[in-house]
């Protein structure tokens, strides 16, 4: 009977989790092809920055760049132009950017499920109309993908890996699979689950921030912090802000 007792206050008293003393990291929720947000919460975070002491940056996208807005192919362009800064950024790879891949590869299949979540959007802003679009087969979708698409586009979408560990925290598109190790999770999983993480409430190897699954406002649990705000359809995109044990939120406005 002890035995519990003691781990249930070892739990409540232990330290909380910390990123490390040796930079400061600032983690982006899904922008969905908001790119005006995108510009926002960069100058926001900059603005952040500047009233703190100095320390090297770290710069997490979490995914799901594309879809559903209407600027995908403006944020994939803005986010290849951070790659190429000379900062430190770290991009990481959602479904989203799974299905856009896979569509824009040639594969009829994924243009199907890429045209019924936010595709046809994305589309537009590589300049084939919503109209063409719902006339279009998925076979001949895949084509003009395969054929309109800039593959250094595509290339720098697919290269995004699937999860960053950081100190305590454990950085990913949708999450983890509960009781499996971190070096066995699957891209599946890491891309796509929701119930079984979600619900989950007991501890994790890491404290988890990810994205994928839209709440009001920042999702934070003992084991894992959301921050996907549904920036397309609520003008909220969200950056979570780390420096050893501390942490912060930053928001567009709606």
């Given at each position: 009977m002890l035995m519990p007792f003691r781990t249930r206050k070892a739990r409540e008293h232990a330290p909380p989790p910390s990123v490390g003393g040796d930079r400061r990291v600032?983690?982006?929720?899904d922008v969905h092809g908001r790119d005006d947000l995108l510009a926002q919460l960069l100058d926001?975070?900059?603005?952040?920055?500047?009233g703190r002491h100095p320390l090297p940056r770290l710069l997490i996208l979490l995914g799901d760049l594309v879809d559903r807005g209407p600027q995908s192919r403006q944020v994939v362009e803005r986010a290849m132009g951070l790659a190429r800064s000379g900062d430190e950024v770290r991009f990481l790879k959602g479904n989203h950017e799974e299905m856009f891949v896979a569509a824009a590869r040639g594969r009829a299949q994924a243009a199907r499920l890429f045209r019924r979540h936010g595709g046809v959007e994305t589309l537009a802003s590589y300049?084939?109309?919503?109209?063409d679009s719902a006339r279009m087969s998925d076979e001949a979708m895949a084509r003009w993908m395969l054929a309109h698409v800039p593959r250094d586009h595509v290339d720098f979408l697919d290269d995004f890996p699937d999860m960053l560990p950081l100190g305590d925290y454990l950085f990913v598109h949708a999450g983890v699979r509960p009781r499996v190790a971190l070096h066995a999770q699957?891209?599946?999983?890491?891309?796509?689950?929701?119930?079984?993480?979600?619900?989950?409430?007991?501890?994790?190897?890491?404290m988890i921030v990810h994205g994928h699954n839209i709440s009001a406002d920042v999702d934070v649990r003992p084991n894992r912090i959301g921050i996907d705000?549904?920036?397309?359809?609520?003008?909220?995109l969200t950056a979570i802000g780390l420096e050893g044990d501390r942490r912060w939120f930053l928001q567009t406005g709606d």
């Open positions: 600032y983690a982006i929720g926001r975070i900059a603005l952040d920055e500047a300049g084939l109309g919503p109209e699957i891209p599946a999983d890491l891309r796509w689950i929701r119930g079984d993480f979600l619900n989950h409430g007991g501890r994790l190897d890491k705000t549904g920036a397309f359809r609520s003008g909220r």
